[in-house]
């Protein structure tokens, strides 16, 4: 029989291996990956947690306090980042491995140094909505933080996770990075001066405009999603879009990926996991690029307050 307690569960996933193996080759790639783990694993235990197993480029661990797994996670981002470096292009260089992590807590069951149960589940779930660098913490894990955690975290609203009728609170850590990916940078010198006071989604006859004030705008198939595509081409929790540093700021939560193609640009922008600031207007592609007819395509449209204001004859 299994001893139940309430635990926080953080669940935590290295991205980018694939392309450390074609730059790198099999071995040399295959001891960075092994290195970087046996790192988290030590400051998992270093925090006060202990790592339950590893799942092929992750790991899931328990802690008792959400304080010391939220800290387990930001020093692990840091880490990463001084692990190793791969040219981009001459004079640029970027991190090659990204993490992502997910804390939730709740009632566990613990069975033969296994965790099972609700939190277990959530947090994993958690984690298939995390972006690169990003982490996340369901409301149950923030509300057990001291006050200067708590005040790091951004409010995400409710999501839905996989598996889950009902959607679940959720919060991300900020302070440290926000969308820091390559696409997120991609188009920094076209943004305009004036920061955007609403964006015009398109879908079909379904068109709105949601307010710079808006907190997370979910776009998903399913029918609790901010903005409804009723496609089976589209992930429940497609993608989320919310007004960070006065930009619109597009994340990708799926599996098979977002693409976003700006008015007069021929070739889509593909994010996996990543993000990309909107300028102007275009159109994004859930599942596809929208130059492919299977794709749902959402056409989008950052405005200003001039954009918005009735016109004289």
């Known amino acids: 029989m299994g001893k139940t307690a309430e635990r926080v569960i953080l669940f935590v996933d290295l991205r980018g291996s694939t392309s450390l193996y074609l730059q790198l080759g099999n071995a ?68 090659a491995l990204k993490l992502k992590a997910a804390v939730a807590w709740g009632e566990v069951v613990e069975l033969q140094g296994d965790c099972f149960g609700d939190a277990v589940n959530v947090a994993a779930r958690l984690l298939d909505l995390a972006g690169d660098n990003e982490t996340l913490a369901t409301d149950g894990a923030l509300e057990r933080l001291p006050p200067e955690d708590r005040a790091r975290f951004r409010r995400l609203e409710r999501l839905h996770l996989r598996g889950r009728n009902e959607p679940v609170l959720v919060h991300r850590l900020e302070g440290r990075r926000f969308g820091d990916t390559a696409a997120s940078t991609l188009f920094e010198d076209a943004l305009s001066s004036t920061p955007p006071e609403g964006l015009r989604l398109s879908w079909g006859d379904d068109s709105r405009i949601f307010g710079s004030d808006t907190p997370v705008i979910i776009l998903g198939r399913s029918p609790q999603a901010t903005f409804c595509l009723d496609d089976s081409r589209v992930s429940r929790s497609h993608a989320r879009i919310e007004c960070h540093g006065g930009h619109f700021q597009l994340t990708d939560l799926s599996y098979n990926g977002t693409y976003v193609r700006f008015g007069g640009e021929e070739q889509a922008v593909a994010l996996r996991r990543g993000s990309c600031v909107l300028h102007g207007s275009g159109t994004i592609g859930l599942g596809a690029a929208p130059t492919d007819g299977q794709a749902a395509v959402v056409r989008f449209e950052v405005l200003t307050f001039a954009d918005t204001e009735p016109r004289g004859a």
């Open 28 to 95: 040399p790639a295959a001891s960075v990956v092994t290195q970087s783990l046996g790192l988290l694993g030590q400051i998992v235990g270093r925090s006060g947690g202990r790592v339950v197993k590893t799942l092929g480029d992750g790991l899931m661990a328990v802690f008792d306090d959400a304080g010391a797994a939220v800290e387990a996670a930001d020093e692990m981002h840091e880490s990463l980042d001084r692990i190793i470096e791969l040219p981009t292009s001459p004079g640029a260089r970027h991190t």
